[in-house]
């Protein structure tokens, strides 16, 4: 599942249609747009030997069920009963039948073809605009044949992106802490699965106690807090080769770990003597800088994604606040001055939005607010929530949230959720166990 | 350096007598839940273990707060004690927080209230060769339950014989 086996042939057909269809992604979408996602049609032999290497009878179908699973969560798109289809598969990718898809009321269809030829997995797809009665793309991949997810989430990108004109971001992973066991001992994993909670793996066998992973934007590694030994210490972890190492050797608990934009230093803070401040260690030469120096608490650092600045949640003012600074620690300025405690602030992909926890009268939130502090909008209330993660395109959040027990202390659980920047369609995400601290990857393809 | 660490705790103690007296001004003295909460601290003994007999072994802190109270600095002076007739033990001082802040926060929060409490074992000449601190933040809390006194209880720095 690397980046380095998914030889991705790009047949691109291109064809230049001033499509009719758009998506406004900017605004809650309460009118998703209808759309038809043919099943990829296959033929006998091509079926026969799929099922034969991944177990599935019809890699067909379960390809184009990725694609209306990503574009329905998305909440952009409503893709419709494919028992209303009049057309059969194979048809319609070579000319769809326009009037039939208008009837039903689909303004976009998808259709397609796979194909078993050498070992390999090849597909193809076509995006339709119904209303137009014209063909948007066509793209065609090859790939090994144990990449059919990834080429479902692929295509689920390339319909995303030609619909509302940014980039997708199905083909992604997610890091996370898996939890169980009770309240009082909970036994915490570090985990991975598919944006769309498959392909679920453990990282580590709960030995010891492990938070907040993060994933390095440009690559597969991973910096988490682990309490190996009892030295609760920043790692790094390469998820390919599962090598870990302690990054750094500091004098007390380092914890709150980032990676800058370019991956190539780690932020965290350092707590010692009662106090934290935040440090940056370059992960080529080794160099530690210290990047804060304050009595107060500073912590929860992240970059813009120029690099240039990092914003942090400090209680230098008494309480929990966050601020901005230059990524050689001057010019601290506090951004956030509503009612109520803030921290966690994470920045955007996008460079424009700050994500934060807010703590105001016993209620936790999900918010954004401007990089200078203005326009704060939060997205959604709960007994308790936190850590918010952006999806590379920076129009989705996911976060955790944990449930209050009840008086005999039972009923404890926590899940993670997403929300989408304009504060609709908050969705759980399943995983396998209980599970916390969620940190979105970069899209695996470009 | 000494002198200043001195001067510092007595600057803490002080704050929290102002903290304590105007808390007992405005509210009387604020008991509730069965007499087991002080203001935000507990004040109960119902989680609380002993390194030896009268020695309990954790102090309790308000919310957001590593200030030590009265009781606390009683509890911590018991402890320097009996680590000073102790010589060859040593502690660790695992510092934690309630459910109700952010991760990243109470692992800072958690130090810092092991570290409040490690400075006055401290000037009660207890070499800080002995001591080691250690956060859990709001990951090891002693009731799972999510009300006020629970939250009280979690709040805590526990002095735990590390040999």
């Known amino acids: ?446 | 350096m000494r002198l200043n660490k001195i001067f510092k705790n007595t600057l803490l103690v002080l704050a929290a007598c102002l903290v304590l007296s105007a808390c007992a001004t405005k509210k009387e003295v604020a008991t509730d839940i069965k007499g087991q909460m002080q203001g935000d601290v507990y004040t109960g003994t119902d989680t609380v273990e002993y390194l030896a007999d009268g020695v309990p072994d954790r102090v309790f802190f308000a919310t957001n707060e590593s200030i030590l109270t009265t009781a606390s600095r009683e509890t911590l002076r018991a402890q320097a004690a009996w680590l000073r007739k102790n010589p060859n033990i040593n502690v660790v001082l695992e510092g934690h927080a309630d459910e109700r802040g952010t991760r990243e926060y109470n692992l800072a929060l958690g130090e810092r209230r092991a570290n409040a409490a490690k400075d006055y074992l401290m000037t009660y000449g207890i070499s800080s060769d002995r001591i080691t601190v250690l956060s859990y933040g709001k990951e090891r809390p002693v009731d799972s339950g999510s009300n006020p006194l629970a939250w009280s209880k979690n709040r805590r720095s526990v002095t735990v014989k590390a040999n």
């Open chain 1, 1 to 446: 599942m690397t980046k380095k086996i998914l030889t991705l042939l790009f047949i691109l057909i291109p064809i230049n249609v001033n499509a009719l269809i758009e998506v406004d992604i900017t605004r809650g979408n309460l009118n998703p747009l209808p759309l038809a996602v043919s099943p990829l049609s296959i033929d006998e032999e091509s079926r026969k030997g799929f099922e034969k290497i991944l177990k599935k009878e019809n890699i067909g179908y379960e390809i184009s069920n990725i694609v209306e699973n990503n574009l329905r969560i998305s909440g952009l798109f409503n893709p419709l009963d494919k028992k209303a289809f009049l057309q059969a598969p194979d048809i319609a990718n070579l000319k769809p039948r326009f009037e039939d898809w208008n009837l039903i009321k689909a303004q976009a269809l998808i259709t397609g073809k796979v194909n078993y030829i050498d070992d390999k997995l090849r597909v193809e797809f076509r995006l339709w605009d119904v209303l137009a009665a014209k063909e948007m793309m066509a793209l065609a991949f090859t790939t090994v044949p144990n990449n059919w997810r990834r080429v479902g989430h692929i295509i689920s990108d390339k319909i995303y992106e030609r619909l509302t004109g940014e980039k997708g971001y199905f083909d992604t992973r997610i890091i996370y802490v898996s939890e169980e066991g009770p309240k009082t001992q909970r036994i915490k994993k570090l985990a991975i699965m598919d944006q769309d909670g498959a392909n679920n793996k453990f990282l580590t066998l709960g030995n010891e106690l492990v938070l907040t992973p993060r994933f390095n934007p440009a690559s597969q590694m991973v910096t988490y807090l682990s309490y190996f030994k009892n030295m609760p210490r920043v790692y790094l972890l390469d998820i390919e080769t599962g090598t870990q190492e302690v990054v750094g050797d500091f004098p007390g608990m380092t914890f709150a770990p980032r990676f800058s934009p370019d991956g190539k230093k780690i932020i965290m803070s350092l707590a010692k003597d009662g106090k934290s401040d935040i440090y940056t260690m370059d992960l080529e030469n080794r160099i530690v800088e210290k990047i804060t120096n304050h009595p107060s608490i500073d912590t929860s650092p992240s970059y813009s994604p120029d690099g240039k600045y990092i914003t942090f949640n400090s209680d230098r003012s008494g309480y929990q606040q966050i601020y901005v600074m230059k990524n050689d620690g001057s010019d601290v300025k506090r951004i956030s001055f509503g009612n109520g405690l803030y921290g966690t602030p994470v920045w955007s992909p996008r460079g424009d939005l700050i994500a934060f926890t807010k703590l105001h009268k016993g209620k936790f939130y999900i918010g954004v607010m401007r990089t200078d502090g203005s326009g704060e909008r939060l997205l959604t209330e709960n007994y308790y929530q936190e850590a918010p993660s952006w999806s590379p395109n920076g129009r989705v959040l996911i976060f955790y949230r944990e449930t209050k027990t009840n008086s005999k202390g039972e009923g404890f659980s926590a899940k993670l959720w997403s929300i989408d920047l304009t504060g609709y369609n908050e969705r759980q995400i399943k995983t396998p166990t209980d599970a916390s601290d969620p940190s979105w990857s970069s899209l695996l393809s470009n």
